[in-house]
């Protein structure tokens, strides 16, 4: 089950988002936890758990119950608002690794949603000779200021919790076009699942762009190394490379590059 399709993120700053983080992960990994220790785990007053807990039941990320909260599932994917400050410095250290891979000159890329290939199209604002593909609402809002760069957005129908245009429009989209590279941002990579996401109908449309695409590069922290979900975008064996940070299992890591990958790995 996910979160539901109306629900809207709500954390706004750095410090909110930290804060709402911890809270999932705690009740998440409790089940259940009472509000008084919340409090005290995160050091902050009652009213303002109260406020965080609202706004976060409102999402369906969580359900409150009296004198504390219970986990709504602890597999729904986090609101992309509240992805976007987690691993901050791992992400954009993989995306300034993953940006150094592609060739010099006039070079056409696509990128999936996610924090950490929107990071990936951040760098690339710095190079006018780059024409974009993306169906992530919040990276094409943000490269279409730059007045050097070619943005293409797809069509689709829009997920509330990632910002991505998914469904039938967006594989149009990728579909009529060849890129040179494919930025995945996933959930989960690992030999035995792939390239995996939360959502089956996201995965489908992400996997219409590494079929049009000569090179796929997955961008991933460590979190997501070895790690499966629900629906899967990509097979091990279409993926190129894999760029992610020194908090990855060593392990898994080297069932990848094993299995044929190319693996760059960043200081976290």
Known sequence: MFPPADATPTAVS?????????????????????????VRDLGVSPATVRRDLADMEEQGLLVRTHGG??????????????RDSHFREAKLRIA???????PAGRYSVAISGGSTAAAVARVLAERPDVAIV????????ELAAGSNLQVIMTGGVVRSTS???????AEHTFNAIHVGTAFLGTDGISVRGGATTHDEIEARTNHA??????RVIVVADGSKVGRITLAKMADLSEV????????????????IREAGVEVHVVEA
């Open 69 to 82: 909260v219970r986990a709504f599932d602890a597999t729904s994917e986090l609101p992309v608002r509240l």
């Open 209 to 214: 762009m590494v079929t049009h695409a000569e």
């Open 96 to 102: 300034v690794r993953a940006a150094q891979l592609l």
């Open 14 to 38: 750095h410090k909110r988002s930290a804060r709402m983080r911890r809270t999932l992960e705690l009740v998440n990994g409790a089940g259940a936890v009472r509000l008084t220790d919340l």
């Open 163 to 169: 910002l991505e245009a998914v469904g039938v429009l």
């Open 134 to 141: 993306t169906n992530a609402l919040t990276t094409a809002i």
């Open 240 to 255: 190129d490379v894999l760029v992610t940070d020194a908090s990855a299992d060593p392990e898994h890591l080297a069932a």
